[in-house]
């Protein structure tokens, strides 16, 4: 028998003190949080405030909150950029009246730290100017309200009469400073980019919504110094390889001469382009590095063809801070120099692109054994690399429409790079066309996962397809978690696998087929699921095409999906092309 001891938790002194403490408690929280409706039956009390310094993005996120709550609720709530307005207010951005009511210390502007948080009967949402407080705005309607932002033409809205405020006092801060989703869904899209939070692409963005980062340039050895422009003069600014100079290598990097064109070639390019973050000198994408006495010299002395690689644009960056200050200079750790250095370290103002293309994507890189040598080489440059960025490749490049069961590792792989001190990271997905396999999801997923990797890939997972995919959604998901079933721990792959591959077995096209058939059956009747819902079935279609020896006659149902999504098939491939000649 046990025997229970007594407790003084339960003696008659602490219920009374438990008693008093709960009063006490409800009376801070009743002087705190007036409970009062942000809308209610189509009305509300609330005001919309901003300062009159309040930021372009500042200004967007008010008037989308305006826009989404009116949407929500059927209730206008004014906006006023009087900070006396009287009454209760939802305060966007950081200001005097927000200093007053937090006493929080003002953000950084270019900080993407949030906070929304009640005080009394007001809500203030407030971050650093540039993209902060625009980034709280949106996750306040996101977490609390739940608007979601599955794809550009996407958004989930819900329906609400009333929504009584919380007692509110939520703060986030970004895994990974910067933040690239290289998805088609992503490109051409700002608006959804800004509502996921997702804040860097390739070419320059200034807009409404806080403008982004933009990587200048990649493999910009053959754009900076051409052979088209230099070779036939100068063939020794380039590879000596196999014994003789070749145009489509590297560049010499040891020769001064290549140094001082570099240096004046990379000025004038910011000139003309000034509103990158980061500026590309790296090298072109092949593996054929000049096999000079001098460069081999170099690359002994400091650890290999990245040692050399540092050297040279260690001295590019020090020469372009003297005209202009700030500026960072990136080059890659790619391939061939893709292990660190070691007797040099890249300047403060360099930052390493390292690139994770040899991974096998079945498994993390924290735990893989077949990762363990980039894992080595990343926390290796993490030791040495001041700023560490990562192009990290997460789909098929051979086969896009295949199943991809790559999903359980890239929340893990991306908690991998924040615990590096990575800043930032890009995700290269399928960016020729949209509507491959499961992009929709991923480009939404990857978008979360790189604010914040910790949450649970699952459970968004779930949200996306219970929306996206309507009546076929639970087809569509016993689908999706069949092929991530196809990993086993002896199962590898890297950014490349085919339709023969063995982990798509007879048993699981088998089940695929019932699945898939089930959800076309489910939402028959609706044309905009039929899409979403064909776009799937094109994953099975190709695959049992591509398996069947028939390359010559795919069937009609395959054609007829890939006429209409004309989605590239594979890197090199487009539907186009594809197309052409079939009946
Ligand atoms: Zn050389
Ligand atoms: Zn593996």
Known sequence: MVRIPFSPLFSPMCRLRSALFLLLFLAISAQLFAARPLFSRGRSAYSIVLSPEASVSEQTAARELQQYLQEMSGATLPISHNLTTVGPCVYVGYNAKVEALTHAPQPAVD????????????????????????YGVFAFLEQQLGVHWYTPTVTQVPRRRTYFLPALNHTESPALKIRQLYYHEAMENPAWCAHNRV????????????????????????????PHEFFATHPEFFSLYDGRRIADGQLCLSNPEVLRTMI?????????????????????????????ANCRALEQRYGGHSGLMVWFVNQVAAAVEQTHPGTLVSTFAYQYTRHAPTGIRPRHNVVIRLCDIECCLAHPIA?????????????????????????????????????????????????????????????EGQYQSGESEFSELRAWLLAQLMWNPEQDTD??????????????????????????????????????????????????????????????????????????????????????????????DPPAELLRILRRSRTHIAEPLSAEKFLEGKR
């Not at 900080?111 to 203030?124: A, M, P, S, V």
């Not at 320059?204 to 340039?217: A, D, K, T």
Request: with cysteine; proline share 3%.
């Open 111 to 134: 900080d993407e730290t949030f906070t929304y948080r009640t005080i009394g009967q007001h809500l203030c949402i407030y971050g650093g100017q540039e993209r902060g407080t625009m």
């Open 199 to 226: 804040n860097s692409i390739h070419s320059s963005v200034q807009n409404e919504y806080g403008g982004m980062f933009s990587y200048g340039g990649i493999h910009t050895f053959e754009i900076l110094i051409s």
């Open 459 to 552: 459970r968004l997972v779930r949200r996306f397809i219970t929306h996206y995919y309507g009546a076929a959604a639970p087809y569509i998901q016993r689908y999706f978690s069949a092929c991530q079933k196809l990993v086993s721990p002896e199962v590898h792959f890297q950014c490349r696998i085919y339709a023969d591959d063995a982990i798509y077995t007879d048993r699981f096209r088998q089940r695929a087929a019932q699945l898939l058939e089930q959800a076309r059956r489910a939402v028959v009747s609706d044309t905009l699921l039929t899409r979403r819902v064909d776009n799937v079935r094109l994953q099975m279609l190709y695959l049992n095409y591509a398996r069947s020896g028939n390359l010559q």
């Open 367 to 427: 735990s893989d054994a077949q990762n363990a040598a980039f894992l080595k080489d990343l926390h290796d440059w993490s030791r040495i690399a001041p700023r560490l960025y990562v192009w990290d490749y997460v789909v098929n490049f051979s086969n896009y429409l295949l199943p991809f069961p790559n999903f359980s590792v890239l929340a893990s792989n991306l908690r991998t790079f924040r615990d590096n001190r990575c800043i930032g990271v890009m995700e």
């Open 264 to 292: 004046a070639r990379l000025r004038t390019y910011i000139n003309e382009h000034p509103r990158h973050w980061v500026y590309s000198v790296s090298q072109n994408d092949n593996q054929k590095p000049c096999q000079c």
